[in-house]
């Protein structure tokens, strides 16, 4: 395996494990107190993220181009899907250590007001002892108990749909490419697009429909255990939306391959 394929699954790891472990921040600022200063604290992270995923796409771009005619390209790329999927279950098993950490996080940065610091102190003797006493399993009848019936089905419907196309937009684009060499730079920008979409159905129907869920647990209109189970739900759809991605990735790559025929058309009218 080539260092440049060791580092996009290095970069693709720890952006899927951070968007795991994103769906517990909402349950963390809602048993703080402090939801203003836990999406701040965790902006940070998904800064980390963020930043992942520029270095990722170019280093992606860059292999399929040296190897676009290679036919290991397609196993190269379930690869990467499997490396998510792999650090979306990790994510799963560490959302409770992580609320945990999060949380003393959280009250630490309301009291030192400082992110520096609060970088400083987790890697402190005190600060590592501290994230050792965090740690824990998630428990089997957490999960039993979940009242299926209480979940919002449709958002986490959306959630699972949302999650494949974002996994499979980040590379159908690449691999469609492959088989129209001459409309590359066509079937790149249309990652955009994808990615466009799938942005579009969390801004309109997840997060509207979760902010409402957290002030209803904060007014007492909605039980903390139900707010918990959905965010367990959703934590669990996106293992299976990452994991859905490697059965969309061909199909996905054909759709790209006919909008960039398609743009060409119009352009040559």
């Known amino acids: 395996m080539s260092i440049q394929i060791l580092l996009i699954l290095i970069f693709n790891f720890i952006i899927t494990l951070i968007g795991t472990l994103a769906y517990s921040t909402r349950l963390v600022g809602v048993r703080t107190g402090k939801i203003a200063i836990s999406f701040t604290v965790f902006n940070i992270l998904t800064l980390i993220s963020r930043t992942a995923v520029t270095f990722q796409?170019?280093?992606?771009?860059?292999?399929?181009?040296?190897?676009?005619?290679?036919?290991?390209?397609?196993?190269?790329?379930?690869?990467?899907?499997?490396?998510?999927?792999?650090?979306?279950v990790l994510g799963v098993i560490l959302i409770p250590t992580?609320?945990?950490?999060?949380?003393?996080?959280?009250?630490?940065?309301?009291?030192?007001?400082?992110?520096?610091?609060?970088?400083?102190?987790?890697?402190t003797r005190r600060g590592i002892r501290s994230m050792k006493q965090c740690a824990?399993?998630?428990?089997?009848?957490?999960?039993?108990?979940?009242?299926?019936?209480?979940?919002?089905?449709?958002i986490v419907l959306y959630n699972f749909i949302s999650v494949a196309v974002l996994t499979v937009g980040a590379l159908a684009p690449i691999y469609a490419?492959?088989?129209?060499?001459?409309?590359?730079?066509?079937?790149?920008?249309?990652?955009?697009?994808?990615?466009?979409?799938?942005?579009?159905?969390?801004?309109?129907f997840i997060d509207p429909a979760m902010c409402i869920m957290t002030e209803e647990v904060i007014e007492k209109k909605c039980r903390e255990e139900d707010f918990k189970n959905c965010v367990t739900a959703m934590a669990l759809s996106k293992v299976a939306g990452t994991f859905t991605a490697i059965i969309l990735l061909i199909p996905a790559s054909f759709i790209i391959v006919y909008a960039a025929k398609g743009v060409d058309f119009i352009s040559r009218i």
């Not at 992580?98 to 890697?123: D, T």
């Open 57 to 88: 796409e170019p280093l992606l771009t860059n292999y399929a181009e040296k190897n676009l005619y290679s036919s290991n390209l397609l196993n190269v790329f379930n690869i990467i899907i499997l490396v998510s999927g792999i650090a979306s």
């Open 98 to 123: 992580f609320q945990r950490m999060f949380s003393k996080g959280v009250l630490f940065f309301s009291v030192e007001k400082s992110i520096p610091k609060l970088i400083v102190h987790s890697i």
């Open 136 to 154: 824990v399993l998630p428990s089997k009848e957490s999960v039993k108990k979940i009242d299926y019936r209480r979940l919002p089905r449709k």
């Open 177 to 204: 490419f492959k088989m129209v060499p001459n409309l590359r730079a066509t079937c790149v920008t249309l990652s955009s697009v994808v990615n466009g979409i799938a942005q579009i159905l969390m801004t309109i």
